[in-house]
């Protein structure tokens, strides 16, 4: 079974850098779109930052544009999240996504996406 796993989470000061790995498990895991997503209670899920199969595609939410740079692995089977500059409203569970091909189509919209870690928790302050 296809597992993504998250790891990286944890407090920073604001201004203060933190890096997420992500891991997929999956014999097609270096061929398809992956992205973090993040969630802060009593908020609707939204994109942070997209890449992807083949790594040569990025894209990126409004808010950490600038600040967050994703990348992948010469395997393509994981993907980071460089998050620089970081502001207390950085504050959220972060969520590593996948989706079943290779093209990042909808990536904004977390309701396109088919797979999903059990996310990992940043603080700022």
């Known amino acids: 079974d296809v597992q993504l796993v998250e790891s990286g989470g944890g407090s920073a000061q604001a201004g203060g850098s933190l890096r997420l790995p992500c891991a997929h498990s999956?014999?097609?895991?270096?061929?398809?779109?992956m992205g973090w997503f993040r969630q802060a209670p009593g908020t609707e899920r939204e994109v942070v930052a997209v890449v992807s199969g083949d790594g040569d595609n990025t894209y990126y939410g409004d808010s950490v544009k600038d600040r967050f740079i994703i990348s992948r692995n010469g395997a393509k089977n994981t993907i980071y999240l460089q998050m620089d500059g970081l502001r207390p409203e950085d504050t959220a569970m972060y969520l590593c996504?996948?989706?079943?091909?290779?093209?990042?189509?909808?990536?904004?919209?977390?309701?396109?996406?088919?797979?999903w870690g059990q996310g990992t928790q940043v603080t700022v302050s």
């Open positions: 996504a996948a989706k079943e091909s290779y093209y990042c189509n909808n990536w904004r919209t977390w309701r396109y996406w088919g797979r």
């Open positions: 999956g014999a097609t895991a270096g061929s398809v779109c």
